[in-house]
């Protein structure tokens, strides 16, 4: 073994990176193995302190082979995307050494040196948010930082990228873009960041968990058939896209919410529309997805002016885009109405995350929302859908990947390098 200090050292690093939610949405690669898109695509990066994965690795040479534990489970990383990233920060990583620990590893080292893995998301997992997009960018976060990799962020998102293509657009805060690039060998289908999260504070981003019972076509394979089959795609592609991610970054840079709003809702629509031209046709949302679209637009309309957007995935959950905190209560207040909780479920667990919004929106207990009215711009006693939510929660736009440097957060035994 090259590296020095015996065979028991163990050296952890542990980090904490964002998940993301796209404004202009990717759908469709020109390359399925390096992952490189058929248009640019723009994020918002949520706070990770309500959505976000806490990733610990080690390396010891006392580890046999590259482990991976998730949310408690071993997951195997003998998949190919997981094998991209870690060839390629293997390749990339550069000499390191702690004289106090006595441990010194030079570049070729790490070419035979193991690594453990553990990963947690500190939101449910079954929620079908995106949680692979937060998890391969910590994944490719920590291992850089272990591996004393030296590039800059907007590399480090290209190997990201090679783990899941959302993936690189968590390798910062505020509003990213996935520049699509041109090369084949994807060296310039990179992540920047359009600004940070400070620059449009404002903003409040409630999601609502839709209850589902569906198995939902994944993500990897329905861009795949909608590429292999839908003409709408390739207009969606090449006309409407490049001309949305220009006026999005405007408005973005301007803060000018009608404008976002209109361009968010118009993307998300597309992208499904996209899904419904995809043989065999795939659905997304469901009808309480719907019904979320016709509180938000009938409130708009209502207002004059948009005060939500709404954005959807892969998935039937609604990612609601507020202007601001007035807004956000206003909202919140509808979607209580609309979407009341079961009985038996209690208000703290329903609306997760920033619960200032609901104190704001005078909601302390169950009772108050029972109480609510009907919003003005319902006409008629519209009715109530009880349980059609499983649960709300309030976020804003957050910052990038960080390190914990405080050891007590590390996931992994520093004796055992196995999961604590
Ligand atoms: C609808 O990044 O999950 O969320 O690259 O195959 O791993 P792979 O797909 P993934 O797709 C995300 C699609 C989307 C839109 C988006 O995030 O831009």
Known sequence: MAAEGGE???LTVTAQTPTNIAVIKYWGKRDEDLILPINDSISVTLDPDHLCTTTS???SPSFTHDRMWLNGKEVSLSGGRYQ????????????????????????????????????????PTAAGLASSAA???????????????KEDHSKLSAIARQGSGSACRSLYGGFVKWIMGKEQDGSDSIAVQLTDEKHWEDLVIIIAVVSSRQKETSSTSGMRETVETSELIKHRAQEVVPIRTIKMEEAIAKRDFPAFARLACADSNQFHAVCLDTLPLIFYMNDTSHKIISCVEKWNRHEGLPQVAYTFDAGPNAVLISHNR????????????????????????YVIGDKTIL??????????VEALSPPPETKD??????GDVSYFICTRPGRGPIVLTDESRSLINPETGFPK
């Not at 104190?359 to 108050?368: L, N, Q, Y």
């Open 8 to 10: 028991k050292w163990i």
């Open 57 to 59: 690795v080690a390396v």
């Open 381 to 386: 006693n519209t009715q109530r859908n009880k």
């Open 84 to 123: 991209n990233c870690l060839r390629e920060l293997r390749s990339r990583a550069s000499d390191f050494e702690d004289e106090k620990k006595g441990i010194k590893i030079t570049k070729k080292d790490w070419e035979k040196l193991h690594v453990h893995v553990v990963s947690y998301n500190n939101f």
């Open 135 to 149: 998890g391969l960018a910590c994944l490719v976060f920590s291992l850089a930082k272990l591996m004393n990799v």
């Open 359 to 368: 104190k704001d929106a005078g909601i302390h207990e169950m009772k108050d």
């Open 326 to 349: 007035k807004a956000a209560t206003l909202l919140l207040q509808r979607l209580l109405y609309y979407f009341p909780p079961q009985s038996d479920t209690d208000l703290d667990s």
